[in-house]
């Protein structure tokens, strides 16, 4: 579902009411549903900010939307270092603990999340959007002056009611706090980068991951985050069931194939996008190879290492190439 927000504009979605939440386009994200014993994503473990306020990685994203049949959920997506954006999320943390229930806001850290972002097609951050029974609604893109967050959530939370959810968010524990312990780990040498990210800018953050990697070259982080912009980068705007057909329709044609896995993985179909290299690379030589095999160990980059699909993808690639 993609936004049509302007930045620094409420969005245009025709007026906030009941109409707004009973729309096409429910939610899927099934694709980053991870099972509960996987490893969280590098630099997202899944965690509660306190109150009505929680942080959401694609560990827990799924399970959180299910609370929108009950009740409402306010998403945020944001970037610790996007411009002016610390006072409203501040704000939109306050504004949600004070309304006790009414809704629960479920914050996303673009630069860390950017599968979440890439699946809902945010344009830019910040960016907030409310989610009802599945259902998600643009509110706006920008720094909003802050006298006006507060009629647009109430808004937002009679359409709620109008639509016949009057249930309320339970309290996700632990006491409120002002800053996620992401925002006080934050390293400074990726601050441009996950900038970048959090921007939807891949191919500056893949430059900007380049140029960390210049000064250490076993920077992990880094190369995760070159791999992750450079697949974003490659996929933004991508019709995954058309470029898989084209795939399987042209099995000689490797770039066909790259562009296949790629789909495939940014959709989170890894373990299928993983495959369909190693099957690949089974029968193919020479140089061909070595890019399959080269795009392969680069995709793997884009989870953790200890994934248990990546391991056993490692496996089977060891077994094709020997």
């Given at each position: 579902m993609r936004t049509s927000c302007q930045a620094g504009r409420l969005c245009k979605t025709g007026g906030m009411s009941a109409a707004n939440f009973s729309r096409p386009g429910a939610i899927d994200l099934s694709s980053l549903k991870k099972k509960a014993e996987a490893p969280?994503?590098?630099?997202?473990?899944?965690?509660?900010?306190?109150?009505?306020?929680?942080?959401?990685?694609?560990?827990?994203?799924?399970?959180?939307?299910?609370?929108?049949?009950?009740?409402?959920?306010?998403?945020?997506?944001?970037?610790?270092?996007?411009?002016?954006?610390?006072?409203?999320?501040?704000?939109?943390?306050?504004?949600?603990?004070?309304?006790e229930g009414r809704y629960l806001l479920g914050r996303v850290n673009a630069a860390e999340q950017p599968r979440i972002v890439q699946a809902l097609q945010v344009q830019g951050v910040p960016f907030v959007a409310a989610v009802l029974q599945g259902q998600l609604a643009p509110l706006f893109q920008g720094v909003q002056p802050t006298e006006q967050l507060a009629a647009v959530l109430d808004?937002?939370?009679?359409?709620?009611?109008?639509?016949?959810?009057?249930?309320?968010?339970?309290?996700?524990?632990?006491?409120?706090?002002?800053?996620?312990?992401?925002?006080?780990?934050?390293?400074?040498r990726y601050a441009a980068a996950d900038e970048a990210m959090g921007e939807g800018d891949f191919a500056r953050a893949e430059a900007e991951f380049d140029k960390l990697l210049a000064a250490d070259m076993n920077d992990a982080h880094a190369k995760a985050g070159k791999a992750q912009a450079g697949l974003l980068a490659r996929t933004t705007g991508v019709?995954?069931?058309?470029?898989?057909?084209?795939?399987?329709?042209?099995?000689?044609?490797?770039?066909?194939?790259?562009?296949?896995?790629?789909?495939?993985?940014?959709?989170?179909?890894?373990?299928?996008?993983?495959?369909?290299?190693?099957?690949?690379?089974?029968?193919?030589?020479?140089?061909?190879?070595?890019?399959?095999?080269?795009?392969?160990?680069?995709?793997?980059?884009?989870?953790?290492?200890?994934?248990?699909?990546?391991?056993?993808?490692?496996?089977?690639?060891?077994?094709a190439l020997y």
């Amino acid at each position: 579902m993609r936004t049509s927000c302007q930045a620094g504009r409420l969005c245009k979605t025709g007026g906030m009411s009941a109409a707004n939440f009973s729309r096409p386009g429910a939610i899927d994200l099934s694709s980053l549903k991870k099972k509960a014993e996987a490893p969280s994503p590098a630099g997202g473990r899944p965690k509660t900010t306190g109150g009505y306020v929680v942080d959401l990685t694609e560990a827990n994203f799924d399970q959180i939307m299910q609370g929108s049949l009950q009740h409402l959920i306010v998403l945020e997506f944001y970037s610790p270092r996007a411009q002016g954006s610390e006072q409203q999320s501040a704000e939109l943390q306050r504004l949600a603990n004070a309304a006790e229930g009414r809704y629960l806001l479920g914050r996303v850290n673009a630069a860390e999340q950017p599968r979440i972002v890439q699946a809902l097609q945010v344009q830019g951050v910040p960016f907030v959007a409310a989610v009802l029974q599945g259902q998600l609604a643009p509110l706006f893109q920008g720094v909003q002056p802050t006298e006006q967050l507060a009629a647009v959530l109430d808004q937002v939370v009679q359409a709620a009611v109008a639509s016949g959810i009057t249930g309320r968010a339970e309290p996700v524990g632990g006491a409120v706090t002002d800053q996620t312990d992401d925002d006080e780990q934050a390293d400074p040498r990726y601050a441009a980068a996950d900038e970048a990210m959090g921007e939807g800018d891949f191919a500056r953050a893949e430059a900007e991951f380049d140029k960390l990697l210049a000064a250490d070259m076993n920077d992990a982080h880094a190369k995760a985050g070159k791999a992750q912009a450079g697949l974003l980068a490659r996929t933004t705007g991508v019709d995954v069931a058309a470029v898989v057909a084209a795939a399987q329709a042209n099995p000689a044609d490797v770039d066909a194939q790259l562009a296949a896995a790629d789909a495939l993985v940014v959709s989170g179909r890894a373990e299928e996008g993983f495959t369909l290299l190693i099957e690949r690379i089974k029968v193919t030589a020479g140089d061909d190879r070595g890019t399959l095999r080269a795009h392969l160990l680069a995709l793997f980059e884009t989870s953790e290492a200890a994934d248990p699909v990546v391991l056993r993808a490692r496996r089977s690639l060891m077994s094709a190439l020997y």
